[in-house]
């Protein structure tokens, strides 16, 4: 069977992680030049950045606000967003995105892939030691807000290792949709709607009349939680210490007013496939590696039960490769994409050719493979844990989207032949790899950037 591998003989990796949030009194005050001010609290018109929460010295101080375009720097294009401006002291605010002209976009590839993401603008604008950071909707803010509101009201988790951060880092992000947008720009130099029309061509700045007051009161808490770990013992006693690792995490959004997020397919169902395949696999007996069953936790928190794991776990050393199994029970019966496989040796990504054409026969499509995917998939669950430690990795994923991160990601929309197809392909890709004669060849290590 599966044997313990936690701690004191258990299944169960047991560490702590500190949990904050926003208290129901936390809001912004916008206060303007005729003395007027306008207050969000509780509201859909603001949502907060709770990834790094600021602590409550931002309480009731009142901050000039600069506009900063969309607070970019791009030496290639000659684009600087801080050009003229000092923020040292104030609060930024910025528009999301990256400047376009005629619906074109104007910077160089790298830019663009690199401030898609508004923790880039955010880690810019504290570099520049500003307090705080507004940003402007830009459509796709607006598509996705109730996403945004929701993931506002959640809260922000860090490992006990983590928790030792300077907090002085940590400034108060906060999005705008068009109603709190309009508010804010209505007597300034510019109304939201003519920002956005005059600021694609060339990088605009000025100092708003109105200043914000962030009131922000946090709340922290210390919570257990767990990995689970399982062992299948191989039968060669020279390789007992070259682990071969499966994993899935386990949990996923929770319950949120009063709205359950199932998670069947994130990761309900990658979970089943790495049961369902250690459940054969503790059967046939055949494999000469031992084999860990992991089910990861806090992967929806930021990746917290494999980065837990992979830099406290004595054994992590010793495992030669990471098969990652999150999302694979929608879309086509037929296809799975495949991500990282041969990112760090080529000899897994030509196993995971091989032996997919022995057994299932998936059309293995590569498209977020590449280094310049622009959703980063590669670095966005628990095998970018292993792969930071030069552990080469392998991650099946369905690209699910229309349910993602809803309550509508419910069972009866999985497809249980893709289950039973990808259970059959990883039972005869872990086997395939812990009957290796050799470790895995190393030979492209391509880590976080």
């Not at 708003?208 to 919570?223: G, M, P, R």
């Amino acid at each position: 069977g599966v044997k313990p591998f936690g701690d004191s003989g258990s299944y169960f990796q047991t560490f702590n992680m500190q949990v904050e949030g926003l208290t129901e009194e936390s809001g912004i005050t916008f206060l303007f030049k005729d003395n007027s001010s306008i207050s969000y609290s509780n509201t859909s018109d603001i949502a907060y950045s709770t990834n790094k929460l600021p602590r409550n010295k931002f309480a009731n101080n009142e901050s000039e606000i600069v506009f900063a375009g969309y607070g970019i720097i791009s030496e290639e294009d000659d684009y600087d967003s801080y050009k003229n401006i000092d923020v040292a002291g104030k609060v930024v605010l910025i528009l999301n995105g990256t400047p376009k002209n005629n619906g074109n976009e104007i910077l160089v590839a790298n830019a663009i892939r690199k401030y898609r993401w508004s923790s880039a603008k955010t880690n810019l604008a504290k570099s520049k030691n500003a307090v705080g950071v507004i940003i402007l909707p830009d459509d796709e803010n607006l598509m996705y807000w109730d996403y945004i509101i929701n993931r506002s009201n959640s809260k922000s988790y860090s490992l006990e290792e983590e928790i030792e951060r300077n907090d002085e880092e940590n400034i108060p992000i906060v999005y705008l949709n068009e109603n709190s947008a309009k508010t804010l720009l209505e007597n300034e130099k510019f109304s939201f709607e003519k920002l956005k029309k005059n600021i694609n061509l060339k990088p605009d700045t000025f100092t708003l009349n109105a200043k914000v007051n962030f009131n922000y009161k946090t709340f922290t808490e210390i919570k257990p939680v767990r990995n689970v770990i399982g062992l299948i013992e191989g039968n060669d006693p020279a390789l007992k210490n070259e682990y071969v690792t499966i994993g899935a995490h386990y949990d996923h959004e929770g319950i949120k007013g009063s709205e359950i997020y199932n998670g069947a397919d994130d990761n309900g169902s990658g979970t089943v496939t790495i049961l369902e395949t250690a459940r054969q696999l503790s059967l046939l007996k055949n494999n000469k590696r031992p084999i860990l069953v992991i089910f990861h936790t806090g992967e929806e928190k930021g990746l917290k039960g494999s980065t837990y794991l992979a830099n406290n776990s004595s054994f992590v050393d010793n495992i030669i490769s990471h098969i990652n199994i999150d999302m694979v029970g929608r879309q086509s019966e037929d296809t799975i994409y495949c991500i990282g496989a041969s990112r760090i040796s080529t000899e897994l990504g030509q196993l995971v050719e091989q032996v997919n054409k022995e057994t299932v026969n998936f059309y293995l499509n590569y498209t977020f493979d590449s280094p310049t995917d622009p959703n980063r998939f590669y670095y966005r669950s628990d095998h970018i844990s292993y792969a930071n430690k030069g552990i080469p990795i392998a991650f099946f994923y369905d690209y699910m989207q229309a349910d993602y991160h809803k309550p509508s990601d419910t069972v009866e929309k999985i497809n249980f032949t893709k289950i039973v197809k990808m259970v059959n392909l990883l039972e005869s890709l872990v086997l395939k790899i812990s009957n290796l004669e050799h470790k895995l060849t190393v030979n492209n290590n391509i880590l976080v950037n």
